[in-house]
């Protein structure tokens, strides 16, 4: 079970890395750890972008709608996040 959750979060981190080159390390850091410790949410956050692609929605218009839609809890998990930073 460890070497799955292993190779998940490699995964996940190569991922977000190839789409997010212009975002500083940190920031790239801070995504793939938010992903990682929260899958369930942005497993509901894709599926929602994937509603609205099938509605006809861009994909960069779905992006944005779901994520301001979802505003309040991400930044939730940012603050908890950076705060477990210090």
Not at 3 to 31: C, E, H, W
Not at 61 to 81: D, F, G, P, S, Y
């Given at each position: 079970?460890?070497?799955?959750?292993?190779?998940?979060?490699k995964?996940?981190?190569a991922?977000?890395?190839?789409?997010?080159?212009?975002?500083p390390?940190?920031?790239?850091?801070m995504i793939?750890a938010l992903?990682?410790?929260?899958?369930?949410?942005?497993k509901?956050?894709?599926?929602?972008i994937?509603a609205k692609?099938?509605?006809g929605?861009?994909?960069?218009l779905a992006?944005?709608?779901?994520?301001?839609e979802?505003?309040?809890?991400i930044?939730?998990?940012m603050?908890a996040w950076?705060?477990?930073?210090?």
């Amino acid at each position: 079970m460890k070497l799955f959750s292993g190779l998940k979060n490699k995964a996940v981190s190569a991922l977000v890395r190839s789409k997010m080159k212009g975002l500083p390390k940190d920031q790239q850091d801070m995504i793939i750890a938010l992903v990682s410790e929260n899958p369930d949410f942005f497993k509901k956050i894709q599926s929602q972008i994937e509603a609205k692609k099938k509605q006809g929605q861009g994909e960069q218009l779905a992006m944005m709608q779901v994520m301001r839609e979802n505003q309040t809890e991400i930044r939730k998990l940012m603050v908890a996040w950076q705060s477990k930073q210090k």
